[in-house]
């Protein structure tokens, strides 16, 4: 497993700003800003949040051509923010083939997607299982034709058991998970049971912290990420989960509505990334791969 970073950490300075937090003043970041950053923090790879990116002319060349001058290994992440809409949206799912000719293009052999959100979620699961999967299913022939493994995220739509029923009943080496340590936390489930069910289908990982707020516990705003050890999950026990199961990808920090008493994502950022490089230190040396 090997240290890496989200470009999604810098969603304000890609131009997403949530409600409740503020615009940054400094000038707006590119993704060259991103990947120098990535390289003096001292990780070994990156994902790239494709919403942030223009995707035409030699872009996708020039892309690739950075990530291998820094040595970067490399996620392509799709689908922000509803992905496709719990299995209802059609036109997504040509986007999503779309991009994974991206991925390909980049050198990415995992390509992150987003099925759904908290907004998009049916209240039959029944129903989720039918749609998402069904649109799913027919996705699994163009991942393999460009050999891009799918890492389904566990993006506060799908339960732990959800994901496993879902993922498990489509039964392919195309289709895994990007397990998020912090999403399930929001729909009130322990990050370290949900870890033991997704570890051992993990494709990708969002490695994220989430402490808490005042207010209503159903609104997203209560749940909000602070930088890696400062929070509520157990990530030393996510992690040793992940090398039980020999995943051997990027463990991924993100950031998204980082709690306002923490200021400043960099800073949140490279204290999380001292801390996550301490946890594979201070693993087992049994445990390590």
Request: neutral net charge; glycine residues 6%.
């Given at each position: 497993?090997?240290?890496?970073?989200?470009?999604?950490?810098?969603?304000?300075?890609?131009?997403?700003?949530?409600?409740?937090?503020?615009?940054?003043?400094?000038?707006?970041?590119?993704?060259?800003?991103?990947?120098?950053?990535?390289?003096?923090l001292g990780v070994a790879g990156v994902s790239l949040e494709s919403c942030f990116l223009p995707c035409a002319g030699d872009f996708l060349c020039r892309l690739r051509d950075a990530l291998d001058s820094y040595g970067f290994e490399r996620v392509w992440a799709w689908g922000h923010p509803d992905g496709l809409r719990s299995g209802e949206d059609?036109?997504?799912?040509?986007?999503?083939?779309?991009?994974?000719?991206?991925?390909?293009?980049i050198g990415a052999g995992v390509m992150r997607i987003v099925g759904g959100s908290r907004r998009t979620r049916?209240?039959?699961?029944?129903?989720?299982?039918?749609?998402?999967?069904?649109?799913?299913?027919?996705?699994?022939?163009?991942?393999?034709?460009?050999?891009?493994?799918?890492?389904?995220?566990?993006?506060?739509?799908?339960t732990a058991d959800e994901m496993v029923d879902l993922v498990g009943s489509l039964n392919s080496p195309w289709?895994?998970?990007?397990l998020d340590t912090g999403n399930n936390l929001r729909l009130h489930e322990d990050p370290v049971t949900v870890a033991e069910k997704l570890a051992p289908l993990a494709r990708a990982t969002h490695v994220k912290d989430i402490g808490v707020r005042r207010g209503d516990p159903k609104e997203f705003?209560?749940?909000?990420?602070?930088?890696?050890g400062k929070g509520l999950v157990d990530l030393g026990r996510v992690v040793e989960l992940l090398h039980k199961a020999r995943y051997r990808g990027l463990?991924?920090?993100?950031?998204?509505?980082?709690?306002?008493?923490?200021?400043?994502?960099?800073r949140a950022v490279a204290a999380s990334v001292k801390h996550l490089k301490g946890l594979l230190t201070n693993l087992p040396p049994a445990s390590r791969r």
């Open positions: 497993m090997k240290v890496a970073i989200d470009s999604y950490c810098y969603h304000r300075q890609f131009g997403e700003v949530y409600p409740g937090l503020q615009r940054p003043a400094e000038r707006a970041m590119t993704v060259w800003d991103f990947l120098r950053r990535a390289r003096r059609r036109r997504a799912a040509r986007d999503l083939v779309a991009h994974l000719a991206h991925a390909r293009a049916p209240s039959s699961f029944a129903r989720h299982k039918r749609r998402l999967g069904g649109l799913l299913r027919g996705l699994l022939a163009a991942a393999e034709d460009h050999a891009v493994v799918l890492a389904l995220e566990n993006h506060i739509d799908l289709l895994g998970v990007c705003a209560f749940w909000p990420s602070v930088p890696l463990l991924a920090i993100e950031v998204d509505y980082l709690d306002p008493d923490y200021g400043d994502e960099d």
